[in-house]
């Protein structure tokens, strides 16, 4: 059996901030994994700022569709943290099972609650491909579930919604953007992601989901965004059985090339999440959307000026 750490997805928001974490309490991390720490990434990956702060580790170029390749990384590894997502999780479970890794971490998502959600199926079973492949092994397997990471222009949702408020006289929303989201700061995950590694004996074999502080509707996130931008936001809401029809509509006069049918279902459902378990397992304490959306509006007006 390894005594090595190996991490994949060092080079996104809450990967970077697990790293920076590690590199602070490098003697807790040494102890733990006596064999070293081991970054499995692309070759196209900006790996700066893991460089810089854990000089010292291993580094392992592999394309984490690469079984074959990853089998290699994993060789002589105790744990492996899968930061990198969900669509990569059955090669990384994989090649971690045939090396005998002892134990898993991985960031999987909260979308397989939605009701809506298409790839929905496909996260599930991706889930049961892990579960599996745990139970038959004997693997220690802690899975994550994020609700929608925000933090800095890096993000993939939060900060096209800024765009839109800066930039629209009017935002439009569907049945009044009156649903409940529940997004979680960047900082916030790589903090908990840190915790969980080093809380085995209260995070093995169990789910956590990862959420902001609190609930808040949609269209008092915009509000918040409109408050830090110095505008005051006006909406326009349309119905929700015209919006949908309207979606139908786009995909079929795009020929099937614009597809928003789903985005429109799921702006209508809420995706708040409670993570009382994380709190009780390993002290999970988020901040609140309008404490973690400043410095990102700060950094969107910024890069406008």
């Keep these: 059996m390894g005594n090595k750490l190996a991490l994949t997805g060092i080079s996104n928001n809450p990967g970077r901030v697990l790293v ?4 602070e309490n490098i003697d807790e991390i040494n102890h733990l994994f006596p064999g070293g720490i081991r970054a499995v990434y692309r070759a196209s990956s900006n790996v700066k700022d ?11 170029i592999c394309d984490l569709t690469d079984v074959d390749g990853l089998k290699s990384a994993f060789k002589d590894v105790d744990t492996v943290f899968h930061v990198a997502g969900i669509h990569w999780s059955r090669e ?70 800024i765009k839109m408020v800066d930039k629209l006289p009017i935002m439009p929303v569907v049945s009044g953007g009156k649903y409940k989201l529940q997004p979680v700061h960047y900082e916030d995950l ?32 915009f509000s918040e965004m409109g408050k830090n931008l110095g505008k005051k936001v006006r909406f326009i809401s349309c119905p929700f059985w015209i919006a949908y029809p309207g979606a139908w509509v786009v995909y079929l006069l795009s020929l099937t090339k614009i597809d928003f049918r789903e985005k429109v279902q799921r702006l209508c459902e809420d995706r708040a999440f409670p993570h009382e378990d994380a709190v009780k397992a390993f002290g999970y304490t988020p901040m609140s959307f309008q404490k973690g959306i400043v410095n990102e509006v700060k950094e969107y007006k910024g890069a406008v000026q």
């Excluded at 920076?20 to 590199?23: D, E, L, P, V």
């Design 92 to 161: 990384v479970f994989e090649a971690a099972a045939f090396c005998g890794v002892r134990r898993i971490i991985t960031i999987h998502t909260c979308g397989i609650y939605s009701k809506y959600k298409e790839a929905g199926e496909e996260y599930r079973q991706i889930d049961d491909y892990c579960y599996k492949t745990c139970k038959e092994k004997g693997i220690i397997l802690t899975i994550l579930r994020p609700t929608m990471i925000y933090g800095n222009s890096r993000d993939r949702n939060v900060i096209k919604f």
């Design 20 to 23: 920076r974490y590690i590199s």
């Design 190 to 221: 790589g903090k908990a992601f840190y915790d969980v590694l080093v809380n085995e004996n209260t995070t093995a074999n169990r789910d956590f989901i990862l959420s902001g502080k609190e609930p808040i509707l949609l269209r008092d996130m």
């Design 50 to 60: 893991f460089e810089k702060l854990l000089p010292e580790a291993e580094r392992c």
